[in-house]
């Protein structure tokens, strides 16, 4: 059952305000293409407001109230930030399927997730206090240094669309936890659960301009946050080629980014793999979130001598895919986000086409859809390592096809890309997969599953998709500076300068 998009204004200082230009931008239910609703349009001057409440959320009361605050006070607001979403977990689901066209059984399970990282980011709120003054072993004893672990300020968070929720949560929740103050800049495509993420704010009492959440399009609201000279440190998660752009243009401030880019993630199969084991995994790594996870496995390498059977297999399991509006029942493939996001997965196959690659099957609107952004799972053989729909990011349920017959040659493969998010190797023969695991670069792997991914471990690329780490310990890091403190505790002067004589 369908609900009711509620209409928000932005969240700015602990409450709605309505952007300073009074634009709105309408949201598309994907699986539709009816407007169902509409997002605030914030503009740089909504940033420069959203910025100084933050401001002034971090040193309120000399930062007693928040920065400076036990560790255990902010966890308190996290956790009942996690009890809030729980509480309207099912309602959350259903308007992030609506507004993404994920499948209700995924954004179920992501919002699940979402609270489970409210509550996880809370217990290393409530640890961080006991790891401050860490003493440094020093090679004299005339100094004594300790370390002391502080928020990093005020942090600008932008974010993307294929997790809406659950990408936002993946950066408020530390950067809360860690003390800093936030504004968060969630896709224009899918903003709709990320604004009643605000609402729970409210509810909890969350103290005013510690999260604002800003909806807008990436040039008007995106940029100016990321240029603000008073945000200490922005956290993208998003394309490599926006990523580039908010690198570059933090590098004029020397403002630290993290940064979280696309893939082009290899599944790698050989034929000593269970191959019904390896053909669902495979088929969960192009076409769980309708392939447009940043760490979908989109090029599959599978070894010569079990190609066609695998690759048949697969047409067989794609084939029981239930296609279909996100909220029906047993959906498992929606539509994908937008009409910009469907038009490009169309061009990236139309391209392959022309260079001689062969759409073996899917590669259609399926024929019960009239309307929506919706796909067939598609599987493209005959692929050079030169074509663009093998090197090139585009997000959908598209696998790319190669062989290979040599352990080298498969590593070669996997590694013959831009890209370095995720890696997965099905294989009985452990050492293979753990020799593989070390030869490619990427920053998670995969070894007899594809993606996965747990609140407690890293997440973060090699190469282009980005170098940070996200989630566990290393996620609360990015949200904390180091400072050194030393102290000179000698009985004897420094003696460096000759003293003078008594005055
Ligand atoms: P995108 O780069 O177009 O947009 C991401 C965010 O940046 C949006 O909020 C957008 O409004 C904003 N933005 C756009 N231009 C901006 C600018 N000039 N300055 C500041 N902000 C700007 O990406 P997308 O299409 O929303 O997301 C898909 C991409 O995200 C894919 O490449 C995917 O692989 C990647 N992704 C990566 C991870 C990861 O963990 N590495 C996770 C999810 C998605």
Redesign the pocket.
């Known amino acids: 059952m369908a609900v009711e998009i509620p209409s928000r204004q932005l969240f700015i200082d602990g409450e709605w305000k309505e952007p300073v230009l009074k634009k709105r931008i309408p949201i598309i239910n994907p699986a539709t293409e009816e407007t169902i609703g509409d997002i605030p349009r914030a503009t740089a001057g909504d940033v420069k407001i959203a910025v100084e409440a933050a401001r002034r959320a971090l040193a309120r009361n000399n930062g007693k109230d928040w920065s400076s605050a036990p560790g255990a006070t902010r966890a308190k607001y996290l956790r009942a930030i996690a009890s809030k979403i729980n509480e309207r977990k099912t309602e959350l689901a259903k308007l992030e399927a609506m507004d993404s066209g994920k499948p209700l059984d995924e954004t179920v399970s992501d919002i699940g997730e979402v609270v489970s990282c409210f509550e996880y980011y809370a217990g290393l709120a409530e640890g961080l206090d006991a790891k401050q003054k860490t003493p440094v072993s020093l090679s004299t004893e005339k100094f004594k240094t300790h370390v002391l672990k502080e928020p990093v300020g005020v942090v600008g968070l932008?974010?993307?669309?294929?997790?809406p929720l659950l990408?936002a949560a993946w950066k408020v929740a530390p950067a809360l936890a860690a003390g800093c103050t936030a504004i968060l800049?969630?896709?224009?495509?899918a903003s709709v659960t990320c604004l009643e993420l605000a609402e729970v704010c409210i509810n909890v009492g969350l103290p005013p301009g510690v999260l604002n959440i800003l909806t807008?399009?990436?040039?008007e609201?995106?940029?100016p946050?990321?240029t603000h000279p008073d945000v200490d440190k922005i956290s993208?998660?998003?394309?490599?080629?926006?990523?580039t752009?908010?690198m570059a243009?933090a590098a004029q401030s020397v403002k630290p980014v993290a940064l979280?880019?696309?893939?082009k993630s290899p599944i790698v199969v050989f034929d000593d793999a269970d191959m019904e084991k390896a053909v669902e995994w495979t088929c969960f790594g192009i076409c769980s979130s309708g392939g447009?996870?940043?760490?979908s496995t989109s090029r599959l390498i599978v070894q010569e001598s079990i190609a066609m059977e695998f690759v048949n297999r697969l047409e067989d399991w794609t084939k029981l895919i239930k296609i279909s509006d996100p909220m029906e029942e047993g959906c498992r493939l929606g539509p994908v986000v937008s009409k910009g996001?469907y038009e490009k997965i169309f061009k990236y196959l139309e391209g392959a086409r022309s260079a001689k690659a062969k759409v073996l099957y899917g590669g259609n609107r399926p024929e019960n859809l009239k309307k929506g952004f919706f796909i067939e799972p598609t599987v493209v053989t005959e692929v050079t390592c030169a074509m663009k729909i093998w090197r090139e990011?585009f997000?959908g349920p598209v696998l790319c096809v190669k062989t290979f017959n040599t352990e080298e040659e498969a590593l070669d493969l996997a590694n013959d890309s831009p890209y370095g998010?995720g890696a997965a190797v099905m294989s009985k023969d452990l050492e293979k997969c753990e020799r593989f695991a070390k030869g490619v670069q990427a920053g998670v792997v995969w070894i007899n599953c594809s993606q996965p991914s747990f609140i407690q471990a890293p997440?973060?690329?090699y190469k282009r998709?980005?170098f940070s780490r996200?989630l566990g310990e290393w996620g609360l890091e990015l949200y904390l500076n180091i400072k050194q403190v030393t102290e000179y505790v000698s009985d004897q002067p420094y003696g460096w300068f000759e003293p003078p004589p008594p005055s």
Not at 216 to 219: A, E, I, K
Not at 236 to 241: A, R, V
């Open positions: 932008i974010t993307t669309w294929n997790y990408m800049k969630p896709s224009e495509l807008g399009l990436g040039n609201a995106g940029a946050l990321s993208f998660t998003g394309s490599t080629l926006t990523g752009k908010i243009a979280e880019l696309g893939g447009q996870t940043c760490s996001q990011e997000l998010l997440w973060g690329g998709s980005g996200e």
